[in-house]
């Protein structure tokens, strides 16, 4: 069984840095492009990042672009995101997604809240 | 980036009505289009892919259909569990990107 297991949320005030961690388990890690979505409170889904399955190319949207960083140890089956200069717009559930061959999200975590506020 | 405009917000079945969403793409997508269910404080859960494709333990009231910028989303026969939030997002072009959503609830 495929799971997705984040930590590392929490609150944290506007301007400072947080990671989270995803654990995979239930599948080959290092076949899979990774991905991270988030959903602000009461809104849509936005994809904020993903990673090749060797770790070698990385992709971002411009809202998160140079102050987020994804990144993977595929040895420990997990992915990270690192968050820099939060803003309050980075309020969501963060969730750790898994990639198919052709860029939909077929598994996703159970997510993991992160606030920005002083 | 290709936008996904998705209607309609929010609709209210009644209990085996047929239900229907749609999603349209701001460029052609080529059946590169995905739709995901949330229930109410759970993650989204991947539904159908390309376009049409139903994946694994969806139940066969769930279909979608549709080509070039327009794709829609099938309930046939609305059950209690389907009250739900419906995404649609394109796989066709980076950035992936979704519709805004849909609300649907049992009336």
């Known amino acids: 069984e495929v799971q997705l297991v984040e930590t590392g949320g929490g609150l944290v005030q506007p301007g400072r840095s947080l990671k989270l961690s995803c654990v995979a388990s239930?599948?080959?890690?290092?076949?899979?492009?990774m991905s991270w979505t988030r959903q602000a409170p009461g809104k849509g889904l936005e994809w904020v990042a993903s990673?090749?399955?060797?770790?070698?190319?990385?992709y971002y949207p411009d809202s998160v672009k140079g102050r987020f960083t994804i990144s993977r140890d595929n040895a420990q089956n997990t992915l990270y995101l690192q968050m820099n200069s939060l803003r309050s717009e980075d309020t969501a559930t963060y969730y750790c997604?898994?990639?198919?061959?052709?860029?939909?999200?077929?598994?996703w975590g159970q997510g993991v809240m992160v606030t920005v506020s002083s | 980036d290709i936008q996904m405009t998705q209607s309609p917000a929010s609709l209210s079945a009644s209990l085996g009505e047929t239900v229907s969403i749609e999603c349209l793409a701001s460029?052609?997508?080529?059946?590169?289009l995905a739709w995901y269910q949330q229930k109410s404080g759970k993650s989204p859960q991947l539904l159908i892919y390309?376009?049409?494709r139903l994946q694994d333990g969806v139940p066969s009231r769930f279909s979608g259909s549709g080509s070039g910028t327009r794709y829609s989303l099938k309930i046939s026969g609305m059950q209690p569990e389907d009250e739900a939030d419906y995404f649609c997002?394109?796989?066709?072009?980076?950035?992936?990107?979704f519709g805004g959503g849909t609300k649907l609830e049992l009336k």
């Open positions: 997604t898994r990639e198919s061959s052709v860029d939909y999200f077929d598994y």
């Open positions: 239930g599948f080959t890690f290092n076949n899979y492009w």
């Open positions: 990673i090749t399955n060797s770790g070698g190319s990385t």
């Open positions: 460029e052609g997508i080529s059946n590169d």
């Open positions: 390309a376009a049409s």
């Open positions: 997002q394109q796989s066709y072009k980076y950035p992936p990107t």
